[in-house]
C-alpha cells in the first residue's frame, strides 16, 4: 500500500519530535550525571577526614615519645609500614584483651565524629602494639599532609626527628646501622597474648 505524502509527513514529524526528546533528555542529565562524577570524585577524599572532625591525639603523641626514649622503636624503611602494621585480627585481638583506650593510644589521630568504643574513631597508626615503627611515622606524615591535618603531621614530623637524633646519637653511628628494637609485628598464629602498655 503507497503512502501519501501526508502519512509520510506524519511519520517524519514524529521522528523529529522523538529525536528532539532524546536531545532534551540528554540535556537534562548532563548536568546530574556531573554532579554524580563529582560525588564519586570527592567522596573517597571527604570520607577519611576533610571534615576537619580528626584532630591530634595528645595522648597517643605523649605514649609515642615515651616508647621511643625507652628504646621501643622499629628503624624501617620508608615503604615498610604496608608489611608492618597490625592486620584487622591482629587489632581486633588487641581490642578484645586491653580495650579501645589502649588501642586509641596506638593512634595520632582521633575523628570525633565516631563513638569512642570503635575502631574508626581512631586514625593514623603508628605502631605494631609493641614498637613505633619509622615507616609508620612516615606514612602518617604523608596522610596528614595529603588531608590537610598540619598538627598530626607536625606531631609525626617531630616523633622522626626524635627518632633521627637517637640513630645519630648512638657512639660509634657513623660506622654502623642504628640499633632498634626488633619488629615486632606479632602474628596471632606465633604469639597468643600482647604486651600491656609501658
Same mark, same amino acid.
Given at each position: ?9 506524519? &511519520? ?8 528532539? =526528546? ?20 570527592? =567522596? ?6 576533610? =571534615? ?15 616508647? $621511643?626514649?625507652?628504646? !621501643? ?10 608489611? !608492618? !602494621? ?5 587489632? /581486633? ?11 586509641? $593510644?596506638?593512634? #595520632? ?22 614498637? &613505633? !615503627? ?17 598538627? $598530626? ?8 626527628? $626524635? ?5 645519630? /646519637? ?14 615486632? &609485628? ?11 602498655? #609501658?
Amino acid at each position: 500500500m503507497p503512502v501519501g505524502p501526508t502519512a509520510r509527513m506524519a &511519520v517524519l514529524q514524529r521522528q523529529a519530535h522523538s529525536r528532539s =526528546s532524546l536531545a532534551k533528555n540528554r540535556i537534562r542529565r548532563i548536568p546530574v550525571m556531573a554532579l554524580a562524577a563529582s560525588t564519586l570524585i570527592i =567522596s573517597p577524599a571527604s570520607s577519611f577526614g576533610q =571534615s576537619g572532625k580528626v584532630k591530634l591525639n595528645e595522648t597517643a603523641f605523649a605514649y609515642a615519645k615515651e616508647l $621511643i626514649r625507652q628504646g !621501643h622503636v622499629v628503624c624501617d624503611k620508608k615503604n615498610a609500614w604496608a608489611d !608492618h !602494621h597490625p592486620v584487622a585480627e591482629e587489632e /581486633n585481638e588487641f581490642i578484645r584483651a586491653h580495650g579501645f583506650v589502649e588501642y586509641g $593510644i596506638w593512634h #595520632l589521630g582521633i575523628d570525633e565524629t565516631h563513638a569512642e568504643a570503635t575502631k574508626a574513631r581512631y586514625k593514623f597508626p603508628f605502631g605494631d602494639f609493641k614498637n &613505633v !615503627h619509622r615507616c609508620g611515622l612516615l606514612a602518617v606524615k604523608s596522610r596528614a599532609h595529603q588531608f590537610g591535618y598540619a598538627d $598530626i603531621e607536625k606531631a609525626a614530623t617531630q616523633l622522626i626527628e $626524635i627518632i633521627n637524633s637517637k640513630k645519630e /646519637n648512638q657512639p660509634g653511628a657513623e660506622h654502623r646501622l642504628p640499633v632498634c628494637a626488633s619488629s615486632g &609485628v606479632a602474628s596471632l598464629k606465633r604469639q597468643t597474648s600482647w604486651s600491656g602498655g #609501658l
